[in-house]
């Protein structure tokens, strides 16, 4: 598979993008071509965007070597594992109508949702690793290319660290509608840190009253 912008990118969004994006060279112009088709919004920041991704995907192919991402708990969710738990969400009539999913990685729930949830009107995704960030709208448009009859809520793809998003202003846009928050948090034992000699293994600290305990149980 292809990778632009380290992200991995299908033949088919490859070549729907070479095609749509080819004569468009205003940004805008081009995110309401993709929010017209695919529902996504601000789908590129800025014209320099839209001409760095025209210049890639005209090039065919070059590749960019996956950094190791396992360090912060970057263990994606299989596709499998996130359309079986929309499914059963779903079967339990559990139809919400904004999904949020934080970490959203390559957008596997995102995708699980937009096959499983009927009423959906909104979907945010939060990431901080950037190539994620393209890889999500690329798996989105390569949905909507091969399930053209499928709804197509609204959809943000936030390039953000979770722990400094505004969740709030969504809850405050959205007061009566049914919201479900969904995702595999990002894990990683200490353990695992230690072996990929981690630059974020969190200091170990032991207070005075757990040391204390120590030493009296070995008494």
């Not at 949020?100 to 995102?110: A, M």
């Not at 032991?206 to 009296?216: A, G, L, P, V």
Request: hydrophobic letters at 40%.
């Amino acid at each position: 598979m292809m990778k632009v912008f380290g992200a991995n990118i299908t033949d088919v969004v490859l070549g729907f993008l070479n095609e749509n994006l080819k004569t468009i060279s205003n940004f805008e112009i081009a995110n309401k071509k993709m929010y017209d088709t695919f529902g996504i919004l601000h789908f590129f920041d800025n014209n320099d965007t839209l001409e760095s991704l025209k210049l890639t995907i005209s090039d065919i192919q070059f590749a960019v070597k996956k950094p190791d991402r396992a360090e912060y708990g970057d263990f994606q969710t299989n596709s499998a594992l996130t359309n079986k738990a929309t499914s059963l969400l779903s079967s339990k009539n559990i139809s919400p109508e904004i999904v949020i999913e934080p970490t959203c990685g390559k957008g596997n729930f995102i995708i699980a949702s937009l096959q499983n949830f009927k009423n959906l009107k909104r979907i945010f995704g939060i990431e901080i690793y950037k190539p994620y960030i393209w890889e999500t709208k690329f798996n989105i448009i390569n949905f909507f290319l091969e399930n053209p009859q499928k709804h197509k809520p609204e959809i943000s793809i936030h390039h953000f660290n979770v722990f400094d998003f505004d969740f709030k202003t969504i809850a405050s846009q959205y007061p009566l509608e049914n919201i479900l928050i969904i995702g595999n948090p990002p894990w990683v034992t200490n353990s695992k840190l230690g072996s990929l000699n981690a630059s974020n293994l969190p200091e170990k600290q032991i207070s005075k009253t757990q040391w204390f305990r120590c030493h009296d149980r070995k008494r």
